[in-house]
């Protein structure tokens, strides 16, 4: 049975506890036998692109001569905004784009925000104008068109065809637009999007374009509505009922008659639950929710090991004509904080192994690609990582179907916390986005708010703000991240304690005071410094990477949480090594080093610290390397960190003692340094399990390259994250190796970004290959890359075209054996794109 209620009060009166489903962000792109009768299609392709100004009108492209702006008469848009405006001189460029990444470093630039040369100094860099051309066919008249943004960076506006669609200030949510009545049905429209990003929004790198995915959705009148899928469940025994809530929208002339069809798929295909309704009416512009029950038998849960998807298909008929569908991915799972036992998945308990990440990557900044999402998140995995938080911001919606994919739980974050209109709309809009997803297992509405957090004001906002959130989702629980003031403000109404760091508040004791609220670590440090360095050499920007004071950084952190059953886990900052923040350092250094993987996710040593005790698989890890030319005889501190019980040291086969491994610790040996092979033997009860090697490397001779990937799809957007590596005659990566290397690429691929995890690097990690005059770009031709190795590594991104073919990218430096890569683009359908509508 379908049951119908008007939305706030069935969303204030019915409490869901337990499992959250999760679904494919954008609701619609139906790959059933059902034909799909709504297009989404993605619209990143063919942009045109250039700078404005952020002081100058002229320069802005802005005559501010008309007699009427675009605020005083509709369809009014001048400049980019007109239709007869020529753009043929301007950037030819796909979308997601991220222009600050192209920007050369300035040390009197932004040091949250990495030094490059964009904000309000430099206006003639933190202004872009984009504009794309598009067909409408005469036959979608009477359809419902509107263009939705998934992020820009920031402070937005829109036209088409010269009309004013709207004015988006937050750079992190998603946003959309209807464009139905402003378009010209059989002939060319153009959207024009001005971004300026003169103003930060956060305390680190933020990047400035059109940096996530745009799409067109051409619908029905009568529709699902926008975010208007919403599926919880709840278990009665070893079964499931899934709640599935449809929110349908008559935008039509007339009062429509319809039927709503619900439908529940398995991983195979097979249809687990039915059900539909007759008979229902809704008049012109209203909007009504609608919800069902569908029981399922024996769920397959959802979890990070098994992250079992199910597909909701949500179908809307008038007689028997099909107007809309809409396939939502969902997982089935229960969630419970307890203040005393921690966190407990699907009735187990689960103690959260988390890192903090913020959104960029070498090479394309925050303007990452989704295949890249994917490449991130498996490598958190690898070292035992099952939970992520968005630092600090409504993450893109490809990162939780990442994490939905893969199996990672997720904090969700808001941006900004207060309690008008403009707070609550853009928390709406990231929880009714984001609630599907089986990865959310909390909200969070703030974090380090210092104005707020210690004060009776942070307790009355945040009392404020959850109440408001759990109208919309009452199945999770709110954290605010705090670093100061716990026992007041904030942490007196937060429903979900959030703590940020040991140093700031005494949580035992915190505990013991306010025994019934749950709790976990939002932030605690690393301590790591810049991969492959061992003493601080702050002059050129560089932290050592052995853990502060002897492991009282990340092992401390993570002997304490640990340790009590009751916390429900942490979030080390940070998984990635971000741009911006250099803290503790500042110019030359450009990058934070606090993340346990560097910024092209190549492991730094904290990385096996934190595998060896959060993963079953076995690890013995030693530290640092052994080339120290110049330090022969000298005393170098050897660790090794293993969840074997124990482990021996050899220096060219003399052992150096065989020594336990502390619970949750490391090992260390004083060494005087002589050149050759440490050998680490690790033992389980007595007997020897495994064994590595560290030793001391030839002359650089030749360069390695090595795909995450074997084959590619040839859609336009697939990639390959390639390490390269500079290696001795012996195939050995030599650890100080900083070679300057260039890049070409043959066949239907091409070269997005280059990277090599260096924090104090000014390189580019984009070549453009041409710019017209007035834009302040790095640039060189198109077909040479370059970057300098870092400590032995660097990292190429190579994307596929639409042709299919094999792609070689190829690596030299000097006198080196040049690298070669052959990778296989195999020919796929790519997604639905708006240049379809001509074919």
Known sequence: MIIMKHRVAFLVLILLIGIVPGFSQNEVNNVSNTPSVRQHLLMDFGWKFSYGHGKSFENDFLSGTGYFSYFAKTGYGDGPASTKFKDDAWRQLDLPHDWVVEQPFSSNASHSHGYFTVGWKYPENSVGWYRKSFTIPASDLGKKISVQFDGVFRNSIVWVNGFYLGHEQSGYTGFEYDMTDYLNYGGNNVIAVRVDASIEEGWFYEGAGIYRHVWMNITSPLRVAQYGIFASSEMEGSDAVVTARATISNDGKEVADFTVKQTLVDAKGNTVASQSADNLRLKPTVSQQYFSKLKVTTPNLWSPDAPYLYTL????????????????????????????????????????????????????GSAIPDALQEFRIKRLKEMGSNAYRCSHNPPTPELLDACDKLGMLVLDENRLQ???????????????????????????????????????????????????????????????????????????????????????????????????????GTEETTGCGARGVYADDKKNGYMTQFDRNGGASIERGWKFYDERKWLAGLFYWTGFDYKGEPNTLSWPAVSSQFGILDACGFPKDAFYYLKANWSNEPVLHLLPHWNWPGKEGEEISVWAYSNCDQVELYLNNKSLGRKPMPDNGHIEWAVKYKPGKLLAKGYKKGKEVMRTVVQTTGETEALQLIGDKTSLKANGEDLVVVTVKVNDAKGLTVPTAEENISFTVEGPGKIIGVGNGNSASHEPDKFIESVNSGESQQTAPAVIWKRKAFNGLAQVIVQTTKQAGEITLTAKAGGLEPGVLKINSIASTPRPTTEDLTK
């Open 313 to 364: 298909r949500t179908t809307v008929y008038q007689g028997d004509k099909l107007v809309d569908n809409v396939e939502t991915n969902i997982g089935i799972r229960t969630l419970r904080f307890d203040a005393n036992e921690g966190f407990f998945l699907n009735g187990k308990h689960l103690k959260i192994l988390g890192t903090n990440n913020h959104q960029d990557h070498p090479g394309v």
């Open 418 to 520: 207060g309690i008008n209109q403009e707070h609550f709309d853009l928390l709406e809009r990231l929880i009714k986005r984001d609630r599907n997803h089986p990865c959310v297992i909390a909200w969070s509405l703030g974090n380090e708010e210092w104005a707020i957090e210690s004060n009776i004001k942070g307790a009355r906002i945040t009392e404020t703000m959850q109440r408001f959130a759990q109208t919309l989702d009452s199945t999770r629980r709110f954290t605010v991240a705090i670093s100061g003031g716990c026992g007041n403000g904030s942490s007196q109404t937060a429903d979900l304690m959030g703590f940020n760091y040991l140093t700031q508040c005494d949580i035992d004791e915190y505990h013991k005071k306010y025994p019934n609220q749950p709790s976990w």
